[in-house]
């Protein structure tokens, strides 16, 4: 198989920075310095990044698991 992978003599293509939209530079890929770096490890440790969880009722689960089981019948 070939791999796909660019070598690490390779130098990245230049990207937006995630944080400011300026072209990314290779010590801080893909940010483009140091502080755009810093700004976003502070959000993840800060806990702006999350995934929202929705939380069901039991009755709520008991109909999905029921739905589940019907659906897991109906393909056998």
Not at 27 to 33: L, M, N, Q, V
Not at 36 to 53: A, F, H, Q
């Amino acid at each position: 198989m070939t791999d796909k992978r660019p070598s690490s003599d390779t130098p990245r293509r230049a990207r937006p920075c995630p944080e400011c939209s300026k072209l990314s530079v290779e010590p801080f890929y893909p940010f483009c310095s140091k502080r755009c770096s810093d700004v976003d490890l502070n959000r993840w440790l800060s806990g702006s990044y999350s995934v929202p969880v929705v939380e069901l009722e039991p009755e709520d689960l008991a109909e999905l698991e029921a739905r589940q089981n019907a659906e897991d019948s109906d393909r056998m």
